[in-house]
Each structure stands twice: as structure tokens, then as C-alpha cells.
Nanobody
Framework: QEQLVESGGGSVQPGGSLRLSCECS????????MSWYRQIPGKEREVVAL??????????IYADSVKGRFIISRDDTKDTLFLEMSNLKPEDTAVYYC??????????????WGRGTQVTVSS
């Protein structure tokens, strides 16, 4: 059974920091490209950061809105994805989701999602 479980969300004041974690099981974590997405009610889910598998080169890409403030990382020994968020702004308030794109050989990738963790930034 595939599971992606996010944790670390909460409420912080503007300028504060949070560290999100996503513990994965039942997927080929080390071979998967991993991402963090976020969604505000009434809006589409948007990608925040992507880290490719080391087999795919390990590239890291950030949305312009979080560059210089967020850091994505992965620990393939623990099948865990992280998102370090600093200098948080009210507009970062959203539900944050962990996403895995697991390779399926010649058949592309299979997507897996966590249930999300709420991040609220307000004074």
C-alpha cells in the first residue's frame, strides 16, 4: 500500500520558519522525482519545488514565489522528503502536498499524493 504522509505544518507569524516532512512507504522513493505542491481554497494546486531522483540527475527547481526562501531536500535512506521554509509570508498560507512521480519503465510515471498539511502564516 503506497503512503505519503506529510507533517510539520502549523501556524507561524510572518518571517517565521517551518520544516515540512513527507514520509513515504510502498513506493520506489529513491527512483521517484519528488515535489511539494500547495493549494489555496478556490485555486488550483501549484508546484512549489521539485527534486529529481539522483538517477535523473538530482536537479532542483523552485517556483519563483519561493526562490531564496524554501529549500527542498530528500533522504533516500529514510524515504523522506523535506521542505525547509523560511521568511514565511501570509501568501504562503495553503495546504501543502507531497507528490511522487514513480517511474514505470516504458510506461511513463505513476503519481502518488499525500493528504496534505496546513500551513498558516498570519500575525
Amino acid at each position: 500500500q503506497e503512503q505519503l504522509v506529510e507533517s510539520g505544518g502549523g501556524s507561524v507569524q510572518p518571517g517565521g520558519s517551518l520544516r515540512l516532512s513527507c514520509e513515504c512507504s510502498g513506493i520506489l522513493f529513491s527512483e521517484s522525482d519528488m515535489s511539494w505542491y500547495r493549494q489555496i481554497p478556490g485555486k488550483e494546486r501549484e508546484v512549489v519545488a521539485l527534486i529529481r531522483s539522483y538517477g535523473n540527475g538530482g536537479a532542483i527547481i523552485y517556483a519563483d514565489s519561493v526562490k531564496g526562501r524554501f529549500i527542498i531536500s530528500r533522504d533516500d535512506t529514510k524515504d523522506t522528503l523535506f521542505l525547509e521554509m523560511s521568511n514565511l509570508k501570509p501568501e504562503d498560507t495553503a495546504v501543502y502536498y507531497c507528490h511522487a512521480a514513480e517511474p514505470q519503465g516504458h510506461f511513463g510515471t505513476l503519481d502518488f499524493w499525500g493528504r496534505g498539511t496546513q500551513v498558516t502564516v498570519s500575525s
